[in-house]
């Protein structure tokens, strides 16, 4: 399985700062990476497909990039209702796997 | 829009079968991937397994040998069948539809609680 490592686990920003995820995987997986936010008690949604591309409905203010291992998820202007946990997701090869989670705290 | 939604027992006594249903409602089964992801309170998430809407399935490796899904056309909905639970299998149990490309859950079911407790 590819393991996938993300950075830091945690971090506590205030709004309007602009926040950054890493996500590491074991091996490469091209452009096979996808970006999820969950709130406590809620489903994970999905905010970025394919490493860059927004889901459709997800505001501009999130965006991704990477390639091979190294991913990185970018929020420009926290907002309020981004305080949530992070997970990204290798979906190169079978069973996809998800990092740890990263948790966005309010400052 | 697509919309998921999970049921089936919340309470599974160690040894026997965890069963659940997925319903989806605002959309055709066909022609996708559906799925199962789980989360024990407090981790991360785990891919069990998908079931294309011809049948086939892919399972993860970890759980391989104790999973089945199924789906059924005429009602809208797929379900997993996990047997031989314990304690470790305790988690809030997802279903999800895969938009392709490897594997991409768009659609979401709010989840189920699943204990394991005699």
């Known amino acids: 399985d590819i393991q996938m490592t993300q950075s830091p686990s945690s971090l506590s920003a205030s709004v309007g700062d602009r926040v950054t995820i890493t996500c590491r995987a074991s091996q490469s997986t091209s452009s096979f990476l996808n970006w999820y936010q969950q709130k406590p008690g809620k489903a994970p949604k999905l905010l970025i497909y394919a490493a860059f591309s927004l889901q459709s409905g997800v505001p501009s203010r999130f965006s991704g990039s990477g390639s091979g291992t190294d991913f990185t998820l970018t929020i420009s202007s926290l907002q309020p209702e981004d305080f949530a946990t992070y997970y990204c997701q290798q979906s190169y090869s079978t069973p996809p796997t998800f990092g740890q989670g990263t948790k966005v705290e309010i400052k | 829009q697509v919309q998921l939604q999970e049921s089936g027992p919340g309470l599974v006594k160690p040894s026997e079968t965890l069963s659940l249903t997925c319903t989806v409602s605002g959309g055709s089964i066909s022609s996708y991937y559906w799925s199962w992801i789980r989360q024990p309170a407090g981790k991360g998430l785990e891919w069990i397994g998908r079931?294309?809407?011809?049948?086939?399935?892919n399972y993860n490796p970890s759980l391989k040998s104790r999973v089945s899904m199924s789906l059924d056309t005429s009602k809208n909905q797929f379900s997993l069948k996990l047997s031989s639970v314990t304690a470790a299998d305790t988690a809030v149990y997802y279903c999800?539809?895969?938009?392709?490309?490897?594997?991409?859950?768009?659609?979401w079911g709010q989840g189920t609680l699943v204990t394991v407790s005699s």
């Open positions: 079931i294309y809407s011809s049948g086939s399935t």
């Open positions: 999800a539809r895969d938009r392709g490309s490897g594997w991409t859950g768009d659609y």
